[in-house]
């Protein structure tokens, strides 16, 4: 058997909602193929700290297990992201785990992120086909159109994005990148297009779009590679041609 | 339209930032540049704007009027934000960051700029290539004006590429890398022709031609 190699964990704590926040460090041994999750579930089997002193077991979020949920983010060596697939091996040492605060913590690394799900309301993220009879299939979608959108629908609302904006914070209401670029996703879909206008005028309103301050730090964040830049931008333009419209007035064509 | 007045200012503060303060910006560089030419050739351009017809009207309308918005709902925006470039060192990160500093620097230089130059000739004094040359000759206000220079060529470049980002005209991730290549190529330019104006000020030999 192979020496017993030991990992350090230094994980930032709070046992409530509004109770302080403090720092406990871990120590495990090593195993091989470990990820941060393997290693949370190892301190709730012992929840022992480095110094022999028992302890709460570590709370935090997860589902997946295979980064599809993005239940599971946390702030990780100083950058948001998911634990399932953030490999012991290949990660700097001691491993640093923090909650993501930009959204309310619940308990220690577990957060609520509720405020994406009412962004996704607010933004009017789904294609209204509901009615009282059978509507049919609606228009066709172009294959290559369709593969686009499949890389914007990758969008898990993990939260990684607005964790990284300098501009969500507590001093602003903007939304953040991702139901922005959920936007476009919905008004690039033949249907979900027949109802363009309504989203983007949500995304005018206060908290929305111009709220973006171009540090592109979301691009360079998103686990799931959507270009939110580019989405941003391109709903730029649309909400710049909406605007004209309102405000000149436009026969709804 | 009520509910829109976040998106209309946020879009007004981008459009004011280029049009009419880039253009005026452009413009103050390029009559400063005359003092290269020396002290006679940059009174006679400075002569030339100040006696323009409705010179109060137009500084009004095209000066102070927008950077009084641009820089108090600019402030408002440096407010809502967070800098984070320590966790995330990415080049348009720290632009983001850089944007906003400049932005503050700059309201207290053109505040500053302005009281020692526009107020003054308000209240009688002349405005000419002695005066600058006078006010340069302190290393600290030498500084000063270089820093201020410098920020506003940054300033306007980087608000540049952002105001194109914020219109909708470069979306796609490779018009905004050749964005950033024409804007550093716009500040750099903009530097030179700033940096030669502030240094002809306090040339001796060009302040008796």
Request: proline fraction near 5%; hydrophobic fraction near 45%; charged fraction near 20%.
């Amino acid at each position: 058997m192979s020496e017993d190699k030991k990992i350090r964990f230094i994980i930032t704590r709070q046992e409530s909602p509004d109770s302080e926040p403090y720092v406990q460090e871990f120590e495990l041994s090593h195993r091989p193929n470990m990820n941060v999750i393997s290693a949370l579930m190892e301190i709730r089997r012992n929840p022992v700290d480095a110094n022999g002193k028992e302890t709460a077991p570590v709370i935090w979020d997860m589902n997946c297990l295979e980064e599809v949920c993005g239940a599971c983010s946390m702030v990780i060596n100083g950058k948001p992201r998911q634990s399932c697939t953030a490999l012991v091996d290949q990660l700097e040492h001691p491993i640093r785990l923090e909650p993501m605060k930009t959204f309310p913590v619940i308990r220690d690394l577990m957060v609520d992120r509720s405020r994406m799900f009412d962004s996704l309301k607010k933004v009017k993220a789904w294609i209204p086909i509901d009615g009282t009879y059978d509507l049919g299939p609606g228009p066709r979608m172009a294959e290559n159109k369709r593969q686009w959108a499949y890389e914007l629908s990758k969008c898990m609302t993990c939260g990684v994005c607005l964790e990284a904006c300098p501009n969500v914070n507590d001093n602003s209401d903007f939304i953040g990148p991702a139901p922005l670029s959920q936007v476009r996703l919905f008004n690039s879909h033949p249907t979900g297009e027949m109802n363009k206008a309504e989203r983007l005028e949500s995304l005018m309103g206060d908290g929305g779009l111009a709220n973006c301050g171009n540090s592109q730090n979301c691009v360079q964040s998103c686990p799931k590679g959507i270009p939110l830049t580019t989405s941003i931008a391109a709903l730029n333009r649309d909400t710049a041609l909406q605007s004209f419209k309102n405000f000149f007035g436009s026969d709804k064509m | 339209m009520a509910e829109n007045r976040e998106f209309m200012n946020r879009r007004l503060h981008s459009l004011l930032g280029v049009i009419p303060i880039g253009i005026y910006l452009v413009q103050h560089l390029t009559v400063n540049f005359f003092a290269t030419r020396g002290a006679e050739a940059f009174n006679e351009a400075a002569h030339f704007m100040e006696t323009l017809p409705f010179r109060l009207f137009l500084e009004i309308v095209v000066i102070y009027l927008p950077i009084l918005f641009h820089a108090i709902y600019g402030l408002y925006i440096v407010f809502q934000g967070k800098s984070n470039t320590k966790r995330y060192g990415y080049f348009r990160n720290w632009m983001f960051l850089v944007q906003r500093i400049t932005g503050v620097y700059l309201v207290i230089f053109i505040a500053w700029h302005v009281w020692e130059t526009r107020v003054q000739a308000a209240m009688g004094a002349t405005v000419n290539y002695d005066m600058m040359a006078d006010i340069l000759s302190s290393n600290f206000m030498l500084i000063f004006y270089i820093i201020g220079v410098l920020s506003a060529t940054f300033h306007f470049s980087n608000g540049l590429w952002s105001f194109l980002v914020s219109w909708g005209i470069t979306v796609s991730p490779r018009s905004q890398q050749i964005a950033t290549y024409a804007t550093v190529a716009i500040f750099i330019a903009l530097s030179l022709v700033g940096m030669g104006a502030l240094l002809a000020f306090i040339n001796p030999d060009l302040a008796n031609i």
